[in-house]
């Protein structure tokens, strides 16, 4: 029998909520447990978390190199995000269709601009399924800025291979990745994404300062 792991919307508030939205079924080979206290660098109530407990699909991911992601349709300038390049990254998978993911896009919007300086960057990946049609009808009044991608289908499956590959649980799922290339925290409740990007920034090596150019008189 084909073992199916439910995909639910998270509602954004209060903390330690446990979603009240309809499910939303995604087929992955094997379903781990479904949740579990585990270890984390961060507070739990920052997360998105069932009686107090962390969902088992984040913390596997955390701790590890990001996942290789498939992704089509950018809108902005591409982002090679296989690629960290010394950046802190964060990775919101969201969808229109998700009424907690459109909430969180004004604090997404409201990060990218703020820290656009910073060796930082924010992409967006819209679920591959369904919805993507409207991306630029929900984000356009926005004037979002940052890149934004559509995950690739897969055939097989009928689910996105980024959203399999990074054990998605449930829209929107927030990832922050270090300047290594490292998940450093999976499941975010929006309101304390920035919490850790702060955090993470501060650990990104200072660029030496340049030698000041210097001229000699040759006469």
């Not at 088992?56 to 089509?72: I, R």
């Not at 690739?152 to 590959?165: H, Y």
Request: glycine share 6%; aromatic share 8%; hydrophobic share 35%.
């Amino acid at each position: 029998m084909t073992m199916i792991t439910l995909l639910l919307c998270c509602l954004i508030e209060p903390p330690q909520s446990v979603p009240a939205t309809p499910l939303v079924p995604m087929k992955r080979p094997t379903a781990p447990p479904e949740t579990t206290k585990g270890a984390s660098e961060f507070p739990t109530s920052w997360f998105y978390s069932k009686g107090g407990q962390r969902y088992a699909d984040n913390l596997a991911v955390e701790g590890k190199p990001l996942p290789k992601l498939s992704l089509e349709n950018w809108r902005g300038e591409p982002v090679d995000v296989n690629n960290n390049q010394g950046k802190v990254m964060v990775i919101d998978f969201w969808a229109t269709w998700c009424g907690p993911c459109r909430r969180a896009l004004p604090k997404n919007v409201e990060m990218a601009k703020k820290y656009k300086n910073q060796p930082f960057v924010l992409v967006g990946i819209h679920d591959a399924r369904r919805g993507k049609d409207r991306i630029e009808q929900v984000v356009g009044p926005l004037n979002a800025e940052y890149p934004m991608a559509v995950d690739v289908l897969d055939s097989q499956s009928k689910s996105g291979r980024s959203a399999q590959a990074c054990r998605l649980k449930y829209w929107p799922t927030y990832l922050v990745v270090d300047y290594k290339g490292i998940v450093r925290a999976c499941g975010l409740q929006p309101s304390r994404v920035e919490d850790v990007v702060k955090r993470l920034l501060k650990e990104v090596p200072q660029e030496s300062s340049p030698e000041p150019e210097t001229t000699s008189d040759q006469s």
